[in-house]
Nanobody
Framework: QVHLLESGGGSVQAGGSLRLSCAVS?????????LGWFRQDPEKAREGGAS???????YVADSVKGRFTISHDFSKSTLYLQMNSLIPEDTATYYC???????????????????????WGHGTQVTVSS
């Protein structure tokens, strides 16, 4: 089993920043080699934001490229999402997710697909006001 606990959400004005954290724990946590951040607005499908293979390769959705940065601290078993230059369209519930997978090519879109992932956190709300 793998447990994921997100934190760091909140309300911010457009142009502001937030850093989300996701604590990864459980007996199978060390087997997970793909970690990702997704978001979902109640009226939309869940979409990938950014993901990272534990070997270091990252994948970032075009909608957040240049504004969001994903990172992973092995020593703390924690995944981060630094979000800068936030806009109202970033308002959503943000989820972290984990998977055990084969290596993926740099141009693969699988790391940003929800169906790739096995374990999910309960989410943290981010609200950006204009």
């Amino acid at each position: 089993q793998v447990h994921l606990l997100e934190s760091g959400g909140g309300s911010v004005q457009a142009g502001g920043s937030l850093r989300l954290s996701c604590a990864v724990s459980g007996g199978d946590a060390s087997m997970m080699n793909l970690l990702g951040w997704f978001r979902q607005d109640p009226e939309k499908a869940r979409e990938g934001g950014a993901s990272i293979l534990t070997v270091g390769r990252t994948y970032v959705a075009d909608s957040v490229k240049g504004r969001f940065t994903i990172s992973h601290d092995f020593s703390k078993s924690t995944l981060y999402l630094q979000m800068n230059s936030l806009i109202p369209e970033d308002t959503a519930t943000y989820y972290c997710a984990a998977a055990r997978t084969h290596d993926m090519a740099p141009n693969s879109d699988s790391p940003l697909r929800p169906s790739t992932y096995t374990y999910w956190g309960h989410g943290t709300q981010v609200t950006v006001s204009s």
